[in-house]
């Protein structure tokens, strides 16, 4: 009675987990495709140049098409069939077999008990097993492969974070290069007109040769500075599109990086560290849990192994006329076996050595995982609000950078102030306004990067 209790059990937590399974493989399976076509519609509608590639998008398209993301997912569905390929040892085994043999002189056989001289012999059977108990390391096994299944799920779903962020990042990189060009073509607009000033101030006898020929300097270095700065912007784009999978020269326009970061206020350090949910930690706590089971799994070695095998044979030396007949003259057995090795010299011993010495190494690796999380939330988050701060400081510093070299410009039109003066006032103010978009560009990227860390991007 108990070997069927355990045989009812068995089938039954099989039947509710492969059920359980096919469901959650159709369910990730139409999300993927249904993001797969999003992304890719999203891409058309980019490659044509008549829309604008918003952030949202990007991190769509690059969830769907960045190769690691797409690495990560089917090394998940791989993990995915070998679960199920695990339940396998919970189920019996069946088997057909069929043979003919011909005899180079007559034989003797039975049929309908009468002596038939013949040739040939057939033969007809079936065979099934059934493993009752295993010495415990197929539940071992099982459980190890669901661990690796959902270390695998939390792999992808990093790698999703992963390239999230890096997308952002590259975008956040093109709208400040973008910015960055504007702010290189406004410089050299401005020295321009202060060159016209200088050589205007010159023709009257009030400017030195000096002053002509240090204003051309300054010329060709914002001439140089603004091609320096398209070459940024196409280098940026370029990056743009091969975490996006797209052809390197593809056109798109995004939204302009312009607008300021949100009145907030952070929560404290410690609630942030409280809630994170790393999945890198995450993924390192599952090998561990994998690690003590394979630690357990050792010293099943040394459990003995039982199971019930039976078959049903036919066999003779002429066909059977009908299947009623076969089924008559055929055999039936069936039995229980045991097996149990006492001796197999040192492997079960190194087994049980490399288990610990494994689960040993990876309780390390936790270890250093959550500090590595904790130093990466800590970083993300002194981040934020040292951008917050830079942000308003640099949005300070181009107002009076303004202010400071509008003044300079007319007091060295009447002769007040000197042409250095002027030019460290619009030096300046091309640091300032560069500053300021750079420390825009570092706030959404720290706060990226702490989403990431703290595993709530999916």
Known sequence: MKTNNS??????????????????????????????????????????????????????????QNPSVINAFQQYKKSEAMYLSAWSQFMPDLSGSMSWRRYDRDMLSFRNETLVRTRNNYSFGLSGSFPIFSGGKDYISLQQAKLNKDAQWIAYLDARAKSSYDVVSAYLSLAEAIMQENIAKQSLERILDEQKIVEQKFSLGKASEMEVSKMRVQVAQRQLSEIQAKNLVIRQREQLCALLDFPLDTIFQIDPLSAPPPEETLPPLEQILSQQRNRSLAQAQKNLQSARLQKLSSWFNYMPRISFSAGWNWSGGQLPESFSMMTDEGSFSYGLSLSWTIFSGTSRIADVMNSKASELQLSIGVKQAKISAEQGIREAYRGILEALASYKLYDAQVSDAKLTLSAARKQYEIGVSTLIELLDAELALEQAQLQHISALANYHRAKTQLRWLMGEQE
């Open 7 to 64: 045989h009812d059990t068995k089938n039954e937590i099989c039947e509710n987990i492969l059920h359980e399974t096919l469901v959650k493989c159709v369910f990730w399976q139409m999300l993927f495709a249904m993001i797969l076509s999003l992304s890719t519609a999203f891409a058309q509608t980019i490659r044509s140049g008549d829309d604008i590639l918003t952030i949202w998008e990007a991190e769509s398209i690059a969830a769907a």
